[in-house]
């Protein structure tokens, strides 16, 4: 069985490109934390490529930015080919199926010191309606449960 579950942060943006036939394709390293300290006491952290397709390639790299907390299952894949010296070459990597957002995109800028114009857009696009911070008035009849 080959199943893969992380739980890190990006070490940098999604690297997105497309393919020649129009396929999206997600490409970034993970640094997920070692459950011990080393022999100084500091905790250690894996570097793990990954690869994420199509939709979810996309989706992924529109939501989330270096330093973002994520989680990804997915399974390892190792492939090869041969260098301009004429070398083989050998890649593991974890290729995601599914993707979970572990923060909000919010607390990642912030922790980041910087708020992009572009997420202010975002974010305040529902403002009008439940996020402008007034209560609302809603009576046990409007519930449909």
């Keep these: 069985m080959n199943v893969?579950?992380?739980v890190g942060?990006?070490?940098?943006?999604?690297?997105?490109?497309?393919?020649?036939?129009?396929?999206?394709?997600?490409?970034?390293?993970?640094?997920?934390n070692r459950q011990f300290t080393n022999a100084s006491?500091?905790?250690?952290?894996?570097?793990?490529?990954?690869?994420?397709?199509?939709?979810?390639?996309?989706?992924?790299?529109?939501?989330?930015?270096?330093g973002s907390q994520i989680?990804?299952?997915g399974r390892m894949q190792t492939r090869n080919y041969e260098n301009q010296q004429g070398q083989r070459v050998f890649i593991t990597e974890v290729v995601v199926d599914n993707f979970t957002l572990l923060e909000k995109r919010s607390d990642n800028e912030q922790q980041n010191?910087?708020?992009?114009?572009q997420s202010n857009g975002f974010n305040n696009?529902?403002?009008?309606?439940?996020?402008?911070?007034?209560?609302?008035?809603i009576s046990d009849d409007d519930l449909p449960f």
């Design 4 to 6: 893969v579950s992380l």
């Design 9 to 32: 942060r990006l070490t940098k943006d999604i690297e997105l490109r497309y393919t020649t036939s129009g396929t999206a394709v997600g490409t970034f390293t993970l640094a997920v």
């Design 41 to 66: 006491g500091e905790r250690e952290a894996d570097f793990i490529n990954c690869v994420i397709w199509r939709k979810s390639a996309e989706s992924l790299a529109n939501f989330t930015s270096k």
């Design 71 to 73: 989680g990804v299952t």
């Design 113 to 117: 010191g910087a708020v992009s114009q």
């Design 125 to 137: 696009q529902n403002q009008g309606q439940f996020g402008s911070g007034q209560e609302v008035d």
